[in-house]
């Protein structure tokens, strides 16, 4: 898996795990910092999530016309200096006035167009890489590592936003509890209800608030919480320093990839020829791809919006039993290092090495047990912290998929990477059955809004739909990039890439789709919705598998 791969890979790779680290720290969040500082609704805060996650992955398709022109390197080192102004700008603990509305837009405007200068032209460099006849068979593989480099970072990052919520409400004087935000936003209106009303000063009592003085415990909780997320955004500029630090030290590593048409034409460098026809054929192959990827992201990032606010109102606050293991990253690293440990016992060629992977299996084991019985029995939950099982199962995943793609390619069964794609969708559709089938029963939000009451359900649901979604991403995410990488006539890489991307932002705008419905649909509904739109795409794709696997010959 790791081996005769190109140094300039594992160079790349990591610096986008510094960068991902930050965004998805952020991300993990961001929604939850919408609403307990400004006292956005659901359908407002839908609305700014999904812009900010359109502009973010639809201005790479600006940095890649800009590469294209200007060249890769260039765009990816701008726009990690520009990032980190965007974070800064946004860890800053301004108020929740219109003035700290405008601060907070232009930062999500800043981190939006950094990475659209970064994300899209960092990968097209892998790509490159692959170029070389020697490499060219490894394309696939590559691109499954790096995405699983991405996912490194991502795993970690919603643990760093939750160590930093609890320190910071723990200094503080109080304990998190993701009702109390919006009824003192709605105290502090003097819009809340008499239930409400009933139901924040419980709450207040069990912070050992002082019940005649609601007003001051309203304002400190919110201020209080508001400035741990604000850390929490901080921590994205110290990931942005260890990505341009990495980035420019190996920059050696991947040096003769940073190169665009005009550059190679200078140098006199061979770049594959294309007829106009043929050009033709692979830009309309791309577009049917990005077309049917589109629903994909609609319904994968509602993990950040409607699944979030389902862990928020409808999941267990607590873990017990097994379930544990789960919310400590500890155990997630560990559980990785088993995996690898055990692919690595048969893959290895000499006794040695099976030997030092049998070793650092059981080890790792054996951590996870000890770290269990260490445990309470009892641990708290916040939102946020769902957010870090799929990533963890992308890299816990990924030997797993290279495995099962590599035995079928030696048969000459493995799919292509369209087929892939559809494979994809179906799988996506299945993880939001999953949460159909469990929300069955449970208040519609609105209901849940008006005070009714609400059995809360295992946190194993979430992680289920999580474990679906992502083999539903393994299939369709890297090979959906390494297809552009491949297919993607040379004179127009960037701004290919950038299409990508562009149908990436389409999706993830369409996301406030679901969320706007989530205070008038019950939550079946939601949920069906999704599973239908990945069904007909899924249907489509195979429609059109002929079109598309004769673009890429």
């Known amino acids: 898996m790791f081996e005769n791969q190109p140094k300039g890979l594992y160079a790349l790779a990591l610096a986008n795990t510094g960068e991902r680290f930050g965004y998805y720290t952020m991300l993990a969040i961001f929604t939850l910092f919408l609403q307990a500082k400004f006292g956005f609704t659901e359908g407002v805060t839908s609305n700014i999530f999904a812009i900010f996650l359109a502009l973010v992955y639809f201005l790479p398709l600006v940095g890649g016309i800009l590469a294209d022109r200007f060249g890769y390197g260039k765009m990816v080192t701008s726009g990690i200096c520009i990032m980190f102004v965007g974070y800064l700008c946004l860890s800053i603990p301004v108020g929740n006035d219109m003035s700290g509305i405008a601060i907070m837009i232009g930062s999500l405007f800043l981190i939006a167009l950094g990475t659209g200068l970064f994300k899209g032209n960092l990968q097209v460099l892998v790509g490159n890489l692959y170029d070389d006849p020697k490499y060219a068979d490894r394309r696939d593989t590559a691109f499954s590592l790096f995405y699983m480099a991405i996912n490194i970072g991502a795993l970690f990052a919603p643990t760093a936003a939750t160590k930093i919520t609890q320190y910071v409400m723990k200094n503080g004087g109080f304990t998190y509890d993701g009702q109390i935000p919006a009824l003192a936003h709605q105290y502090l209106n003097s819009t809340i209800t008499p239930e409400n009303l009933q139901r924040f000063t419980n709450l207040a009592s069990a912070q050992g608030a002082d019940l005649n003085d609601l007003t001051t415990f309203a304002d400190n909780y919110i201020t209080t919480l508001s400035s741990a997320y604000h850390w929490g955004f901080a921590v994205a500029c110290v990931s942005l320093i260890v990505s341009m630090l990495i980035y420019v030290?190996?920059?050696?590593?991947?040096?003769?990839?940073?190169?665009?048409?005009?550059?190679?034409?200078?140098?006199?460098?061979?770049?594959?020829?294309?007829?106009?026809?043929?050009?033709?054929?692979?830009?309309?192959?791309?577009?049917?791809?990005?077309?049917?990827?589109?629903?994909?992201?609609?319904?994968?990032?509602?993990?950040?919006?409607?699944?979030?606010?389902?862990?928020?109102?409808?999941?267990?606050?607590?873990?017990?039993?097994?379930?544990?293991?789960?919310?400590?990253?500890?155990?997630?690293?560990?559980?990785?290092?088993?995996?690898?440990?055990?692919?690595?016992?048969?893959?290895?060629?000499?006794?040695?090495?099976?030997?030092?992977?049998?070793?650092?299996?059981?080890?790792?084991?054996?951590?996870?047990?000890?770290?269990?019985?260490?445990?309470?029995?009892?641990?708290?939950?916040?939102?946020?912290?769902?957010?870090?099982?799929?990533?963890?199962?992308?890299?816990?995943?990924?030997?797993?998929?290279?495995?099962?793609?590599?035995?079928?390619?030696?048969?000459?069964?493995?799919?292509?990477?369209?087929?892939?794609?559809?494979?994809?969708?179906?799988?996506?559709?299945?993880?939001?059955?999953?949460?159909?089938?469990?929300?069955?029963?449970?208040?519609?939000?609105?209901?849940?809004?008006?005070?009714?009451?609400?059995?809360?359900?295992?946190?194993?649901?979430?992680?289920?739909?999580?474990?679906?979604?992502?083999?539903?991403?393994?299939?369709?995410?890297?090979?959906?990039?390494?297809?552009?990488?491949?297919?993607?006539?040379?004179?127009?890489?960037?701004?290919?890439?950038?299409?990508?991307?562009?149908?990436?932002?389409?999706?993830?705008?369409?996301?406030?789709?679901?969320?706007?419905?989530?205070?008038?649909?019950?939550?079946?509904?939601?949920?069906?919705?999704?599973?239908?739109?990945?069904?007909?795409?899924?249907?489509?794709?195979?429609?059109?598998?002929?079109?598309?696997?004769?673009?890429?010959?």
Not at 294 to 313: C, E, K, P, S, V
Not at 364 to 381: F, N, W
Not at 407 to 419: G, I, N, Q, Y
Not at 449 to 459: F, K
């Open 249 to 553: 030290c190996f920059r050696s590593t991947f040096k003769h990839a940073d190169v665009n048409v005009k550059q190679a034409a200078k140098a006199n460098i061979q770049i594959e020829e294309l007829t106009p026809q043929q050009t033709k054929n692979r830009i309309v192959a791309l577009l049917l791809v990005f077309a049917v990827v589109i629903f994909f992201w609609m319904a994968f990032h509602q993990n950040g919006l409607t699944l979030t606010f389902f862990a928020r109102d409808y999941t267990q606050h607590s873990a017990h039993g097994l379930t544990r293991i789960g919310f400590d990253i500890w155990n997630l690293v560990l559980a990785v290092v088993g995996v690898y440990g055990l692919f690595a016992i048969f893959q290895s060629k000499t006794g040695r090495n099976k030997l030092i992977a049998s070793i650092v299996t059981i080890l790792a084991v054996g951590g996870i047990a000890i770290r269990y019985l260490q445990m309470p029995s009892e641990i708290e939950i916040l939102p946020q912290i769902f957010q870090q099982f799929n990533p963890f199962f992308v890299v816990a995943l990924t030997p797993v998929s290279l495995a099962f793609f590599g035995m079928l390619a030696k048969r000459s069964k493995e799919p292509s990477a369209p087929r892939k794609i559809g494979i994809g969708m179906i799988i996506a559709a299945v993880g939001f059955l999953i949460m159909t089938l469990g929300s069955i029963g449970l208040p519609a939000p609105s209901e849940l809004a008006a005070g009714a009451e609400v059995s809360l359900v295992s946190p194993n649901l979430l992680i289920s739909t999580y474990l679906v979604l992502t083999f539903a991403e393994l299939f369709l995410s890297p090979m959906g990039i390494s297809f552009v990488s491949k297919v993607a006539p040379p004179k127009y890489k960037g701004a290919m890439m950038g299409c990508w991307f562009a149908a990436t932002a389409i999706g993830n705008y369409l996301v406030s789709i679901i969320g706007m419905l989530w205070q008038h649909l019950p939550l079946w509904a939601l949920w069906t919705i999704l599973i239908v739109l990945c069904s007909l795409s899924a249907l489509f794709i195979f429609s059109i598998m002929r079109k598309l696997e004769d673009a890429t010959k």
